[in-house]
């Protein structure tokens, strides 16, 4: 098949997504019912991601009048839709699965009528490094092979760390917060390890979820994102994190996981308004004026839904305290992109794998088996310095280099791809990166408490604000009804 096809033909895919917004208004009218006389609501949602509208359901359900603003013409933010090229294949763009101890999320897609199927994990997968393909169970989250020994007593010590009295949500509160805080995660696994095998793994148990290299985030964000993978009763384990089985990539979403903020949206229905970028928050005063690419609201409170690697790029006034500001400058967003190839059958099980690979691969290092509308598909992850590199290459040539990937792992019938999808979230205008925003060194210690503390009418949720499951969509939800249960407490 040809492998050159347009970035302008491909969008033309995500018509699933555009299709929702059947409540977009002009700009600069009040939807209808969402505000009462004199044109001030109870609540302004900046963003209709998860979080966001998690936030605004909760808030309507309790009889709170609100306003949604979205940049984008879709809800869902970084849960995202794409139809692949030839076929029309519906793809996961963004965030995809779920598993064990998310049951926000999961009480959301049983509401809206989105069901789940497992995650294929039967067989071999692969551990690929240094250019070697190392074969093992599926049902093992990470290889256990001799070139790898250094790294299980490391990988059992940082899980130590993330479970020995971790404040889960507030790790600056962790009683070694200022040192692990001022490692990166590179530095905090060399003193562990000595082999560069070793080393590989350590990293790959990082990015993978993260999508950024071990000396861009803190050691102490990381051990937060571990002892996040749980929920109130369940503490969280790397190995829940990482596994497919019994952990956070157990199922996925028939018919993308996009669907379910496409129907929380459409049942809010007009109160959520599109292309409505917001440009200044005004609270002079204790109101908040919004101002946005759709004209200009009013609201007793604001919720800003947004990650705080981007949420500066709105003009508060009279400003945000020094606290605030020195957090947002301290998170950057992961650098990542998800490449899919569609395949007439799994060609790889006939093989006993079960499609899911884990190393030093590049430009994709993880893997997964994917399933959409009868057809078998090989996911990958592109991330970091590798996302990086190809962020502006043409798309022919993240092909061929994908699927040389692809090869490399699977042998030479992964050539044989019937279509494809690339999501390129690094160059998302609204994202700027993905899946999640992560600390560096000194910012948790330094401004940790301004992740979530209210500046005068302004509220924070994103999935970057959760306790439980940061940067998963049970964390955008669980972010979302937190920061409503605070403007709802706050309006009474």
């Known amino acids: ?289 919004v101002s946005s690419d759709a004209g200009t609201f009013r609201a007793r409170k604001v919720i800003v839904a947004m990650s705080p690697a981007i949420s500066d790029q709105i003009d508060y006034r009279p400003g945000l305290p020094a606290a605030r500001v020195g957090l947002t400058r301290g998170y950057h967003m992961g650098a990542v992109s998800k490449f899919a190839a569609l395949y007439r059958r799994p060609f790889w099980r006939d093989k006993g794998l079960s499609g899911q690979v884990y190393g030093d691969g590049r430009p994709i290092d993880v893997t997964f088996e994917s399933y959409a509308e009868n057809r078998h598909i090989l996911m990958g992850f592109i991330s970091a310095d590798a996302m990086r590199r190809l962020d502006h290459a043409p798309e022919h040539q993240i092909v061929r280099e994908c699927i040389g990937n692809f090869v490399d792992y699977f042998g030479p019938h992964a050539r044989d791809f019937i279509d494809y999808g690339i999501f390129k979230w690094d160059l998302e205008p609204w994202s700027r990166g993905g899946p999640v925003a992560v600390s560096s060194p000194g910012t948790l210690t330094r401004f940790g408490p301004a992740l979530r503390e209210p500046v005068g009418p302004i509220h924070w949720a994103g999935t970057e604000t959760a306790d439980y499951w940061t940067g998963y969509m049970d964390g955008a939800v669980r972010s979302g009804k937190r920061a409503a249960r605070e403007v709802l407490g706050a309006l009474r």
């Open 1 to 289: 098949m040809s492998t050159h096809v347009s970035r302008r033909r491909f969008l033309a895919g995500t018509a699933l997504a555009a299709g929702a917004t059947a409540g977009t208004l002009a700009a600069g009218r009040t939807p209808a019912g969402a505000a009462p006389a004199g044109g001030v609501v109870d609540a302004i949602v900046v963003g209709a991601g998860l979080s966001g509208l998690a936030a605004a359901k909760t808030l309507t359900e309790a009889g709170a009048s609100v306003v949604v603003l979205e940049a984008r013409n879709r809800a869902g933010g970084r849960v995202h839709n794409i139809r692949s090229p030839r076929l029309g294949a519906t793809l996961d763009a963004g965030a995809e699965f779920i598993g064990p101890t998310q049951n926000h999320i999961v009480a959301l897609a049983t509401e809206f009528d989105v069901r789940s199927i497992r995650t294929y994990n039967t067989g071999d997968s692969i551990f690929y490094n240094d250019g070697r393909v190392h074969r093992m169970s599926a049902a093992l989250p990470l290889p256990l092979i001799p070139d790898v020994g250094e790294a299980g007593p490391a990988l059992a010590r940082a899980q130590v760390d993330a479970l020995a009295g971790f404040p889960v949500g507030e790790p600056w509160k962790h009683p070694d917060a200022r040192r692990l805080d001022s490692l990166t995660w590179k530095q905090y696994t060399d003193q562990m390890v000595n082999t560069q095998t070793a080393r590989d793994l350590m990293q790959v148990a990082m990015s993978a979820p993260l999508s950024v290299r071990p000396d861009e985030v803190s050691a102490l964000y990381f051990l937060n994102y571990i002892a996040a993978s749980g929920d109130e009763n369940n503490p969280g384990t790397l190995i829940r994190l990482l596994s497919t089985d019994g952990g956070a990539q157990e199922k996925l979403f028939e018919g993308g996981a996009a669907l379910i903020p496409l129907r929380m949206a459409r049942a809010l229905g007009p109160r959520v308004i599109y292309n409505a970028p917001v440009r200044t928050i005004n609270t002079a005063g204790g109101m908040a004026t």
